[in-house]
């Protein structure tokens, strides 16, 4: 079946500017997970969607960063007034997850939006 | 505070010997332990999870991880290497008990496996 799917796949942008990056996880997937992969590092967790529940946004690394969900589905990630140190990959990942559950389930990620910030 | 580390930044290997991958997590309680796989210019693919009962778990493309919970370690293993295997593998750890949904990874190690 289709996987997570991100776009763009790739995105220059001036420092300044805002950038949307979309996601659409996998049907039916009730869980969804935005990541940042800079080089040289691992991933870095930016925020966390589960069914209809409030995110956890305890990743996000300042007020410029948002990202919402619609109708339980697709997610858009909004970083404003964009840094050079916001370069680096951004991947989305989703996972079945049922709401109540401690969640073995394991995530399955999207190729990411590498985005470069001049 | 969860944390997983892998103490090798690289790992080189010849084709057809054994390889290693090391992973060590800290949580404050029971962990669900992951590997994953990025090959350049791709997304994450999971290659294997514990969730509990045996300790070795077998995965995609061969691989297999034994989780050691005295030694608080998930080492990744192959008995035999191929040259297709060389990626970039992140072992990743939940904590059972926490609330967060969000897994927390390692910072990589890159296989190079050399004919």
């Known amino acids: 079946g289709a996987g997570v799917s991100q776009s763009p796949s790739n995105k220059v942008t001036e420092k300044g500017k805002d950038v949307e990056l979309r996601c659409d996880p996998i049907?039916?997937?009730?869980?969804l997970y935005w990541y940042r992969q800079s080089l040289g590092q691992g991933l870095e967790f930016l925020i966390y969607f589960q069914g209809n529940s409030a995110p956890d946004k305890s990743g996000l690394p300042s007020d410029r960063f948002s990202a919402e969900r619609t109708g339980g589905s697709v997610s858009t990630l909004t970083i404003q007034r964009t840094q050079q140190e916001d370069s680096a990959v951004y991947l989305c990942a989703s996972s079945g997850t049922p709401r109540g559950t401690s969640g073995n389930y394991e995530q399955y990620f999207g190729p990411g939006t590498r985005l470069t910030v001049t | 505070a969860q944390s997983v580390a892998q103490p090798e930044d690289q790992v080189n290997v010849a084709e057809g010997n054994p390889l290693t991958v090391k992973c060590t997590y800290s949580v404050s309680g029971n962990p669900y332990l992951f590997w994953y796989v990025q090959y350049p210019n791709r997304g994450l693919q999971f290659l294997l999870k514990y969730i509990t009962g045996d300790n070795l778990v077998k995965g995609s493309y061969g691989f297999e991880a034994e989780f050691n919970k005295s030694q608080t370690s998930f080492h990744l293993k192959k008995p035999s290497a191929l040259v297709s295997d060389s990626a970039l593998y992140f072992c990743a750890v939940r904590d059972v008990g926490g609330s967060q949904g969000n897994l927390i990874f390692g910072k990589g190690t890159k296989l190079s496996v050399k004919p």
């Open positions: 049907s039916g997937h009730t869980a």
